[in-house]
């Protein structure tokens, strides 16, 4: 992955993140508290895992929130719905195929 491109976190970690640029006095401060070693507790905690080039792309060039499962199969679904134009009774089964396929447990759908 380039280092211009925008990280995948948490929501969890996104919400870390949010909370410490806030409280901190903004992104130099959240990323010196870093290089000297702060450790976050709590409910920032998500964030200690993260290095400091990864907290310093997230501040800087931006992140993006990783999907649940359940986001990415309602994606799926979605875009399966798209390309036939309306419901097809072949759809749910089409969707657990791929899944299976990915090996995708979704209680509730395939579990």
Same mark, same amino acid.
């Given at each position: 992955?380039? !280092? =211009? %491109?925008? @990280? #995948? +976190? =948490?929501? %969890?970690?996104?919400e870390?993140?949010?909370?410490l640029?806030? +409280?901190?006095?903004?992104?130099d401060e959240?990323? !010196?508290?870093?290089? @000297?070693g702060? #450790?976050w /507790?709590?409910?920032?905690?998500?964030?200690d895992? $993260?290095s400091?080039d990864? +907290?310093? *792309?997230?501040?800087? #060039? /931006?992140y993006e929130?990783? !999907?649940?499962q %359940? &986001? *990415?199969y309602?994606?799926? *679904? %979605?875009?399966?719905?798209?390309?036939? /134009?309306?419901a097809n009774? &072949?759809? *749910?089964d089409a969707i657990?195929?791929?899944?299976? $396929?990915? /090996?995708?447990t979704i209680?509730?759908?395939n579990?």
């Open positions: 992955m380039a !280092k =211009t %491109e925008p @990280l #995948v +976190l =948490t929501k %969890e970690q996104a870390a993140i949010q909370t640029n806030r +409280l901190s006095g903004g992104k959240v990323l !010196k508290q870093k290089a @000297l702060r #450790v /507790g709590r409910d920032l905690a998500c964030i895992s $993260l400091l990864e +907290l310093a *792309r997230a501040l800087y #060039v /931006g929130i990783e !999907k649940t %359940e &986001e *990415r309602e994606d799926v *679904r %979605e875009a399966y719905l798209d390309s036939i /134009g309306h009774f &072949e759809e *749910r657990l195929l791929t899944l299976d $396929l990915l /090996g995708i209680e509730g759908v579990g």
